[in-house]
């Protein structure tokens, strides 16, 4: 299945990752079974049913991710906010057609660097606002997003 697709045609997708998740438990923190999960981009919109064509799948077992697709390729280690509490899998197991440890990286370090800037603002409109002074903005921010102010 994975050379299949994987392989150069105009149907295949641009990006394609899979991982084994093998380490999954419960919320009573009972083992779940091994399964696949495979994220997918493509150049062009794909129904379900030409996907799992092309996997050789049931429609049924192929699922439209709506987050967004680098929150798709992030929850594949469990890197999203809602999967923060699960298994953290190692980005050089998951099997891809690019670079995904370096993507994933990249990704992390954006939205870190949002989640910084926002939390800056969130300082300043509160300085703004009179709910903290100056040193205390000062002493919640690094050297970098002090320099930024």
């Known amino acids: 299945m994975w050379t299949k697709c994987t392989e150069e045609s105009k149907h295949s997708p641009r990006s ?11 919320d009573a923190g009972r083992p779940v079974a091994a ?10 919109p794909r129904s ?10 049931k429609p049924e077992r192929i699922e439209a991710w709506k987050a967004g697709v680098e929150n798709g390729f992030s929850y594949l280690c469990h890197r999203t906010d809602g999967a923060r509490s699960k298994h953290q899998y190692d980005p050089k197991i998951v099997r ?5 440890p370096a993507l994933l990286a990249s990704i992390e370090s954006r939205v870190a660097r949002t989640r910084s800037h926002s939390s800056v603002k969130v300082l300043l409109d509160d300085l703004l606002e009179g709910r903290i002074d100056k040193e205390s903005l000062i002493s919640q921010l690094s050297g970098s997003e002090y320099a930024r102010t």
Do not use: P, R
């Open 96 to 100: 891809s057609n690019f670079d995904y």
């Open 16 to 26: 394609a990752t899979g991982i084994v998740h093998d380490s999954d438990t419960t």
């Open 48 to 57: 379900l049913n030409s996907i799992a064509k092309l996997l050789g799948d």
């Open 35 to 44: 399964h696949l999960h495979v994220m997918m981009e493509f150049q062009n």
